[in-house]
């Protein structure tokens, strides 16, 4: 059965310095992973998808992930945090048949100024 | 904008009692997801359709049923409502199913009273 693992709940940085939310993941093939991410009182969107291309990802507003197979990781990072990035982000897989999303259960991610 | 649109935004209710969530998916998008959201269970899959046909069922409870229409819309039914099944009811829809991305309303806020 797939499953992901998101180490931190809560993740505290200032605005200007980089930013690591960590996720690994249980799969017993090379699974599909997304991060997800929801700000307060919103939907989710979508942040950026692997899907067995480029192990490295970039996604929207400067985020990127690596996917590491060998650790079964697929942390997501940015260089610089911003005050609009406070939010809370889902690392999430999918099974290749039905398609359905299997998520974590979230980081919060605050930005201090 | 994801363009699933999602009706009520907000739902009150008594327990004991039946609703009813709608779901329009983007336009050209076959599959419809529903997720449900709660603080103690995260976010959880409940059930896809493709195409008005179920696909695959997650942690669905007997009392909540759903179905998709001829044109595509999806209603999530919820019926003998107890306190615990307040929460954020999300849809999401994609092309097709599999390792397609997933776009995601803004939810339905279901509170049970």
């Known amino acids: 059965a797939q499953s992901v693992t998101q180490l931190d709940s809560h993740v505290s940085v200032s605005e200007g310095t980089p930013v690591l939310l960590r996720c690994n993941y249980s799969s017993s093939y090379s699974p599909s992973l997304f991060w997800y991410v929801q700000h307060p009182n919103k939907g989710l969107q979508l942040l950026l998808k692997y899907t067995s291309a480029a192990t490295l990802v970039k996604g929207i507003n400067g985020f990127e992930a690596e996917f590491k197979k060998s650790e079964t990781s697929f942390h997501l990072t940015k260089p610089s945090a911003h005050m609009s990035d406070a939010a809370e982000y889902f690392c999430?897989?999918?099974?290749?048949?039905?398609?359905?999303?299997?998520f974590g259960k979230g980081t919060k991610l605050s930005v201090k100024p | 904008d994801s363009g699933v649109t999602q009706t009520p935004k907000h739902l009150i209710t008594a327990t004991g009692q039946r609703v009813t969530l709608r779901c329009s998916p983007r336009s050209g998008d076959l599959s419809v997801y529903w997720y449900q959201q709660s603080l103690d269970q995260g976010l959880q899959f409940l059930i896809q359709y493709y195409n008005g046909e179920e696909r695959a069922k997650g942690n669905i409870l007997e009392r909540f049923s759903a179905q998709q229409f001829p044109d595509l819309h999806s209603e999530l039914n919820l019926s003998s409502l107890e306190l615990g099944d307040s929460a954020l009811y999300f849809c999401?829809?994609?092309?097709?199913?599999?390792?397609?991305?997933?776009?995601f309303g803004p939810g339905t806020r279901l509170t049970v009273l």
């Open positions: 999430v897989v999918t099974p290749l048949v039905s398609g359905n999303l299997i």
């Open positions: 999401a829809s994609s092309a097709a199913s599999g390792e397609d991305t997933q776009y």
